[in-house]
């Protein structure tokens, strides 16, 4: 073979990396010879002149003798590893006009499309449902999606997957999971896979694009996420596109809905409006699969927040084989998630109408190389901040300190997920500053904390100012982005070459790792390596606030919310994938499905609002298998609040229920954080403890007899509700002296109980709400206690002593209770350390020796105080000041 011919081969291969018909680069090359520039440029200007109608398989036919006269780019100028995804920019850079929404117009991108469009009639549908090919493709020339040339889906279909997996992704093997969920779409069964977070879901969709040459539609909550997943797919040779009301090109839908990409990502409300198109679709190119990613969206946020997540049962309806004639099968339906519930399951199975044979694939959700722990922390309040990421801080500049070879491994760490086009790596806090500075918009500060001025600090973008400025940002919860929230990109992504993408993960190829507990234990000590951290906080605000404090120590950090302008967002993005951000301070808008590997910590700085939001946010952590720490601070001493957010009462009652589960986390001694988390999900944690866990590192507090506090408490809350039918009067009568019987017509609430404990009881004078709480919860865990009231409280408001309860104090047998103290009995008992005995608990204000020396100091303190605020010269112009100076006026 001459050397021409393997230039030819290599420019052949590569056009059809990027998308380009076998046939049609053959013709390509035919007429301009074996430069890439020239035959992308033909192919396209040819097409644009090509009246004969789309180019495809057999009968496609590029000559145009305009075509080399066209030619726009000059053969000097190599696009060398020019992705087909850069064709577009490339393009627009030339000064060609911009992209028509109409199929067919003369113009170079949509003639692009017009070579890509595939013709129906090239298609033939067989018993099977599937598209076959009209012409065979050999395997080393796989097509890109949207190739006609369709392969046959036999019995060997795992060799082919197989072969395409290791060609477009890298990977030998599937995982057992995405092998069962792939013979269920096989097998045209509806399929609901629930796997861990990072456990490689997004193949299990991706697949039946490849392998049929139909088209795959993804129903996805976020268009970060579908963003994410569109530029990963290019990079690994599958063309795909997002569609929603926040993509500015109005032709990709066109053309989407023509068939041009195989992998079509949607968000819920425009596939609802797309179903007559989809239908199209159907009869023409082939739809292979539904997939609705994040499927818990359904029943998590239910009507209230993504509505139209539950109006999705229109898939099922509307491609059914009894109602669309050309077709054999049902059109399959895959739900796919890591954070569900079996209640979650099955009401997705129900909302969406899955079909009563659909195949549920469930794995393991245990993360074996997340380190798990709960802090506690005042969190809301900016001193904390110095507490809690001091070591933060030191890892970040400690790490600069070794030179800047150490700020190259960032930017070139393992993973660099960036486009080669899509600007420089920054090393420093500087260039970064400077980039922003380019950026015009931002969100940004410089290495000193400040607000990168340039940006806000003009007439010009007063307003932007305003809408920057940490006042003006809503102090609530943030929600999803919505299409409308973040147009990230045009969203048309097309296939390069998968092969310089070619990714290792830690994750096994064909099933999760076996777990030898000592094994993993041992492989996971030690320091975290090198990596982004990634901060959620409840409020946008403190998203600003945190990012700003981050980098006045020289971090390079970022805030992420909902609503920062776009062009910040899409920035971050970018920056953070690049290994250019070493922290994301961000709220739940930054996180589902999000996909890089090498994340090593997630802070949850305040209290999430259920648990499925915590482990969802967790899983961005130690994608690459090696150890990552999952810390939750929170305030301890607090009960969480639900943040603002528009619900139902059903949705409310079912928000504190979450809320109340989480909390509950954060309290346990006990029991191994990771097994809490996944027996949250329904799954049985065979492994007992992830030896990780600060509870499994650390070992639970010692078990304490509370028997008697516990009858105290039940004692008290029974006479007030008038169940003191047990025992005798004198007893009854004990409880409730000092207090007139019938006082409590209203129900006792908690405060009152333990107000009424303090009173009753001496030596509780002192004692702490906090430790009462505590132990308020366990008598609640252990059926002893419930609310008094129908609502659904995260921490036990009307305490009320159940049959059980009842029981329990009056049982000769149980004459014990030995329980771990949780963590808000443990805080309050470390602030006052004879707590746990009660013994000085009545060295209280009811010891009049403690009083007196109490009343001395406040008296001092008081004086102090005066003696202060005379020497101060009175401020006029308040209205305090003014009152002040009256009164010493008249004093003197
Ligand atoms: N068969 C496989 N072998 C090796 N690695 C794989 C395989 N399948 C997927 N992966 C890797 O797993 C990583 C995570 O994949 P993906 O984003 O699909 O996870 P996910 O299950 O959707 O997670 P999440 O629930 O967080 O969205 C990918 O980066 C991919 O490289
Ligand atoms: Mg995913």
Known sequence: MGGSDLSSDHVIAELIDMGFDFSVAIEAIKEVGPSLNDAVEFILNGSRRNSRGPLNGSNCSTSNENSLGKRVLSSSRSLGQMKQSRITKHLQSTGRPKRNSTCGESDALISCSDVLCRPVEDQKVSHSGMVHNLKSVSESTILPVYS???????????????????????????????????????????????????????????????????????????????????????????????????????????????????????????????????????????????????????????????????RLSVLRENFRACNLKFLKFDIPVMGLTATATIRVRDDILKSLCMSNETKIVLTSFFRPNLRFSVKHSRTSSVSSYEKDFQELIDFYTTKKLVGKREHHAISHSSEDESDNSSGSIMSDADEMSRSVLDNSEGGYFDGNGAEVSSNYGNGSTA????????????????????????????????????????????????????????????????PLEQGPTLIYVP????????????????????????????????????????????????????????????????????????LEAYYQEAGRAGRDGKLADCILYANLSRTPTLLPSQRSEEQTKLAYTMLSDCFRYGMATACCRAKTLVEYFGEDFSCKKCLLCDICVNGPPEMQNLKVEADTFMEVIAAQYGQTSYGDDSYNDAICSGTKRGRFVEKPNFRMVVSRIREQFPKYTASDQLWWRGLARILEDKGYIKDGDDMIHVSIKFPEATELGLKFLQSETEKTLHVHPEADMLLSMRNRKSNSTFSEWGRGWADPEIRRQRLQRRKCRRKTRKNKSSKLPRDLTTVRGRLGAKLSKQKR
């Open 539 to 610: 409020t946008r605000k403190e998203t600003l606030r945190l990012a700003k404090y981050l980098c006045s120590f020289g971090l390079r950090a970022a805030a992420y919310n909902a609503k920062l302008p776009k062009s910040h967002l899409r920035q971050v993005h970018q920056e953070f994938h690049q290994n250019a951000l070493e922290v994301v301070v961000a709220t739940i808008a930054f996180g589902m499905g999000i996909d890089k590997s090498n994340v090593r910590r997630i802070i949850h700085y305040g209290w999430p609002q259920s």
């Open 148 to 310: 006609p040339q369709n392969q046959e889906i036999g019995p060997d279909w795992y060799k082919k997957v197989k072969s395409l997996v290791h060609k477009h992704f890298g990977f030998s093997h599937l995982k057992s999971f995405q092998k069962e969920a792939l013979e269920a779409w096989l097998a045209h069964q509806d399929c609901l896979v629930l796997a861990a977070t990072g456990s490689g879901k997004s193949l299990c969709f991706q697949i039946p694009a490849l392998l049929t040459g139909k088209v795959v539609v993804v129903i996805s909550p976020l268009i970060s996420l579908m963003h994410d997943q569109c530029l990963k797919l290019a990079k690994h040779g599958v063309s795909a596109c997002f569609l929603g009301s926040g993509q500015p090109d109005s032709s990709v839908e066109h053309k989407a809905m023509n068939g041009m990409y195989g992998v079509i990502y949607v968000c819920p409300e425009t596939v609802l409006r797309l179903i007559g198109p989809l239908q199209r679709l159907a009869e023409n190119r082939g739809i292979a699969l539904f997939a609705i990613d994040e499927v818990h969206c359904v029943s998590k946020w239910g009507h209230d927040f993504r509505p139209d997540y539950r």
């Open 463 to 526: 307003s932007r100012e305003k809408q920057m400025s940490v006042e003006y940002l809503e102090d609530e919860l943030d929600v999803f982005q919505s299409v409308d929230d973040l147009d990230v990109a045009c969203g048309e992504f097309y296939g390069h070459s998968p092969a310089e993408n070619r990714e290792t993960c830690g994750f096994s190829e064909t099933s999760d790792p076996p777990i030898i507990p000592e094994e993993r234990s041992r492989l996971l000590q030690g």
